[in-house]
T-cell receptor
Framework: GAGVSQTPSNKVTEKGKYVELRCDPI?????LYWYRQSLGQGPEFLIYFQGTGAADDSGLPNDRFFAVRPEGSVSTLKIQRTERGDSAVYLC??????????????FGPGTRLTVL | QQPVQSPQAVILREGEDAVINCSSSKALYSVHWYRQKHGEAPVFLMI?????EQKGHEKISASFNEKKQQSSLYLTASQLSYSGTYFC???????????FGKGTRLHILP
């Protein structure tokens, strides 16, 4: 079956612009995660959705970052007034959560965001 | 809170063994291991849960010492395909967010 997909694969934008990054999770996975990965670092947690609601958004660095998952499937990460420090690979992962049990997270290929 | 991985990098010849360690300063519920090749998504290897047993498949296995808050990943008779960066992710409590280490770069030479 299809894995997690993310679009675009690459995004170059100018400082101060608004960007949207999209994630299509594995069909049937109720949990969705966004991470940010800088060069030479591990994935850094941003936000976690269980269904349509954000169950944990403690990793969002500031109020320029926002994410939605209106129908419990596709999610969009939105970044306003981008800064050069936002440049990174943004990874999305999904998992099949049953009964609150820790489940395997399956990662997408990521979106490489470059802010000039 | 971020787990510490060691070594940072290792170079092996094909067929040699490797051990990658992951340490946390906090009590852990679970440890997750992933491998990431350059430019690709992290790929799940295994999860070790508190109270669980050592896990493994084929030549890759891992252990979890709850008292020491440490996990180790064992790669036996390494193959060229094992090259990549290995990340451990720790979960302090059940259903907490996973916090990833900085990774261990493994390069296998033919």
């Amino acid at each position: 079956g299809a894995g997690v997909s993310q679009t675009p694969s690459n995004k170059v934008t100018e400082k101060g612009k608004y960007v949207e990054l999209r994630c299509d999770p594995i069909s049937g996975h109720t949990a969705l995660y966004w991470y940010r990965q800088s060069l030479g670092q591990g994935p850094e947690f941003l936000i976690y959705f269980q269904g349509t609601g954000a169950a944990d958004d403690s990793g969002l660095p500031n109020d320029r970052f926002f994410a939605v998952r209106p129908e419990g499937s596709v999610s969009t990460l939105k970044i306003q007034r981008t800064e050069r420090g936002d440049s990174a690979v943004y990874l999305c992962a999904s998992s099949e959560v049953s009964g609150g049990k820790t489940d395997t997270q399956y990662f997408g290929p990521g979106t490489r965001l470059t802010v000039l | 809170q971020q787990p510490v991985q060691s070594p940072q990098a290792v170079i092996l010849r094909e067929g040699e063994d490797a051990v990658i360690n992951c340490s946390s300063s906090k009590a852990l519920y679970s440890v997750h291991w992933y491998r990431q090749k350059h430019g690709e998504a992290p790929v799940f290897l295994m999860i070790l849960l508190k109270g669980g047993e050592q896990k493994g498949h084929e030549k890759i296995s891992a252990s979890f010492n709850e008292k020491k808050q440490q996990s180790s990943l064992y790669l036996t008779a390494s193959q060229l395909s094992y090259s990549g960066t290995y990340f451990c992710g720790t979960e302090p409590n059940r259903d907490d967010k996973i916090i990833f280490g900085k990774g261990t770069r493994l390069h296998i030479l033919p």
